[in-house]
């Protein structure tokens, strides 16, 4: 394990971000991670906010901070399966379903509310939709995805009719209640609440997971390590429109700690309890500590069979057939006495625990998935194998002068402790690909951690690819972002991995490939980000996304609302639409793009040009050349839609000569047959474009200014919430020309292809993942283009079909001195019409990446950012 970067809270004169007890993390697919501080006032110790932070792991120092509202302290935080909701309940019972306005990740609303005042909620989970997939190691070199990830038969925890999972959420109580919420399709929330058992008792930790046949299991233990853990079995359902609950008792276990006679009495208090999965009920993780230290066990439900005297055999021949069961807690391993574990994280990969996985992945080092972290009052983490328990890495603390792994090295699981108050970690949560591991210390400092696939063992370097390539290969399955993915790659790995995973994908069948086509355009924009020797590759890969999305709509234009019974041929309607619309923004970046290839066509001999990669791409040229004819004949029923050229004759046809050019270039690139070199006529036609047409400046790729390039070295970067001047300058080679931005160049808006101006003073939002901006309200009437704006509310092109898409923009924030209010508006009179780049933030928002980081482009916006200071904004 390796510390990738640290982000700490500004110091602040009047108040401060104290962690608060307990505290509270999670992570979602999205990358998206939301954790809880208390905000006190210095002067007066009773002024207490409860906030909740979200942060994108790509731009940490944007964090958008959330008064919650909540009287008491924040208990549980809880994303849904899709990561665009998130669920908080605090010490009095209340329970809070945050959403995202407008599809933006700094504008959050509490959209829903349920509660039980004066009982502090101890678990929190949303309902199972019935959702599961399970990676199989063993056929990581298999051709299939569907080998490679199978769906698991695993039941919704409720349905409506027809089938459909039903939204809620359910939470247990310290009281010893159980309690439902249920989002029924009108939006209304209908609640019902009921007892674990017949006898009540106080319930101090409590964990939830869910079973295949879509039951709930309910794990509690009072606290005390010589009271037994109660498990519970909870059934939901609606009947006359009303939610009912049925409880059921399970079998129960007792700590191992506490029938040893040598530890009876050491370890007194259970601290942690937890499912291993969510979607496996049947293995458990206990922690049970003492002042200075703890001991981890991991059991087991099996099913034994219970022996009968014979004489019942053979008085009772059903009985005699068939031995009867009972299910039964085994413990599987302990540790020995470990330092006192401070925090849990475990794996939320869903790979397959077989034995012939299992063997597979031990014979290749494959660790994503089979391992837990369990952080320490020393400052350290060790990640323990999840049914051995065995050591697989260590990481000993960022202030420490050595960190890393050392696998086997059980003496290093206990750890002397430093005087004083050590830094240690209050929370941990893994990704969902388990390679990065998120905590929040006692200080409040994120700390953002590196997970090797191998825990640190050597790999060759085809193994190391074939891990990455695994991973990755799930990421487009699912949806979820990749991020955490980048972090492992290297520069010298990306050309293979974007061969292999091009190799991969053409290996899929034709209705897959069509499902995957944009994501695995977007996987590989990301990766050939993180070189430049790759950076062209990354700017053809951006504007395909855009071709493809702006090809789509074009014929989805000419699409008949019924496909059964067209009221109307396809030529009619074509000169409906173009009856209504003569926008030609997307129209113009289309016929530049075409112009742009064919005048570099005689430069193309290196990769490094942008534009190289559509040369032998066929499909993408075949795809421009029908978006010409569509164009044109758009243009013959309305002259205004045909993109307009700055030519030395006046008689000259550009379109059909740009559509002849690009034909030559298509035949020797199709894919049904070998590729051949431009013959010289095309070439020497290409050379004189530039005299007879203007061949315009094309913005290629959007800005992303984020940490995945930063972070490849073995330094960490120390980073600071709201100060994104903070991060230093990475790399050792200098930027390609293509991606630098002088202060005086045009701001574009990326997804209507129109440029915003020098200094924009509209407000815009940005694709956490690639850095897409546009503007936040259209400037746009026509119907035409509004249909394309409507592509963009939820997604970006880099993710538009997993429809992991967030965004931000700026708000105001209050609590501010009077002193910064004269300076601000100060600084409004003055900078009126004027681009600040402090207001420009990413915050983040995936599956993956896919959503939009904000940019506000606000005039007079706090130099400090609105995520920045943690204040809480005006409503």
Partial sequence: MELAYVCEWEKRPKSTHCPSIPLVCSWSCRNLVAFTTDLKNDDDDKDVSHMIHIIDTEHPWDV???????????????????????????????????????????????????????????????????????????????????????????SPSLTLFGGKPMEGWLAVTVSGLVTVSLLKPGGALLTASESLCRLRGRVALADIAFTGGGNI???????????????????????????????????????????????????????????????????????ASNQSGSIVECWSLRKEGLPVNNIFQHRSPVVGEKQPTILKWRILTTTNDLERVSAVALP???????NTDLKVASDTKFCPGLGLALAFHDGSIQILHRLSLHTMGVFYGSSSSSSGQRPGDESAIKRQRTGGPALHFKALQFSWTSLALAGVDNHGKLHMLRVSPSMGQVLEMNTTLRHLLFLLEYCMVTGYDW?????????????????????????????????????????????????????????????????????????????????????????????????????????????????????????????????????????SLGMLR???????????????????????SDNQDSMQLLFRLLTKLWLCSRDDGPPQDPDESLIDECCLLPSQLLVASMDWLPVNDG?????????????QFGKASS????????????????????????????????????????CTRCG??????????????????????????????????????TDRWSEVDQDDDELREDEEETNKGQFDPAAMFLLCGAAHRGFFYGVAVLPGADRRGAAGSGRVPLP
């Fill in 64 to 154: 958008y901070s959330i008064n919650s509202g909540h009287t008491e302290v924040i208990s549980c935080l809880e994303w849904d399966q899709s990561g665009s909701r998130l669920l908080s309940a605090d010490g009095d019972g209340q329970i809070k379903c945050w959403s995202m306005s407008d599809h933006l990740v700094n504008s959050w609303e509490s959209v829903l509310s349920s509660s039980l005042d004066g009982d502090p909620i101890v678990a929190l989970s949303w309902l199972h939709n019935g959702v599961k997939l399970a990676l199989h190691v063993e056929m990581s070199g298999s051709t299939n995805f569907g080998e490679k990830f199978s769906r698991v038969k695993f």
């Fill in 483 to 619: 991020w955490d993915v980048l972090l492992h790659v290297q520069p010298t790995m990306v050309h293979n991995l974007v061969e292999k995973l091009h190799e991969e994908y053409m290996r899929q069948n034709q209705a897959l490939q069509q499902v995957l086509a944009t994501r695995i355009v977007a996987v590989k924009a990301s990766l050939c980000k993180l070189s430049t020797a790759t950076a062209a590759r990354a700017c053809d890969f951006h504007a395909k996304l855009l071709l493809m999305a702006i090809s789509s709509t074009l014929k989805s234009l000419l699409r008949p609302h019924v496909l059964n019974t067209p009221d109307k041929s396809p030529g009619d309607r074509l000169t409906e639409i173009c009856a209504k619309n003569t926008d030609t923004d997307i129209d113009k970046w289309v016929g530049d793009f075409v112009l742009y290839l064919l005048a570099n066509l005689p430069n193309q001999g290196s990769m490094v040009r942008p534009g190289f990669g559509f040369m032998r791409d066929g499909a």
């Fill in 217 to 287: 299991v309910v794990a509690a233990t009072d606290g005390s390590s010589s009271s037994p853990v109660q498990f519970y079995k909870v059934v939901v359902s609606v009947v006359s429109e009303k939610c009912r609950i049925d409880t059921e008792l399970l079998p129960s276990l007792f700590l191992r700690c506490t029938t040893d006679p040598l530890r009876r009495e050491k370890y007194p208090a259970v601290t942690h309890l937890k499912f291993l999965t969510r979607e496996n009920s049947e293995q458990v993780l206990l922690c």
């Fill in 727 to 766: 991060l230093p300058g990475g790399g050792t080679t200098a930027p390609l020309e293509v991606f630098t931005r002088s202060p005086s160049s045009q701001r574009m808006d990326n997804l209507r292809c129109v440029h915003m101006g020098v200094c924009p003073t509209e407000e815009s939002k940005a």
């Fill in 707 to 719: 940490v995945i390039v930063k972070v490849q070295g073995k330094h960490p970067l120390r980073l």
């Fill in 348 to 354: 939320k990969l869903p790979i397959s625990i077989s």
């Fill in 626 to 648: 029908e978006m010409l004819v569509m164009i044109r004949i758009w243009g013959l029923l309305k002259p205004g839609c045909l993109p307009t050229f700055t030519a030395t």
């Fill in 772 to 809: 897409c901006v546009t503007m936040l309200r259209s400037p746009n009437k026509t119907n035409a283009m509004k249909q394309w704006e409507q592509r963009w509310i939820k997604n970006c092109l880099c993710g538009a079909g997993a429809g992991n898409v967030t965004g931000i923009k």
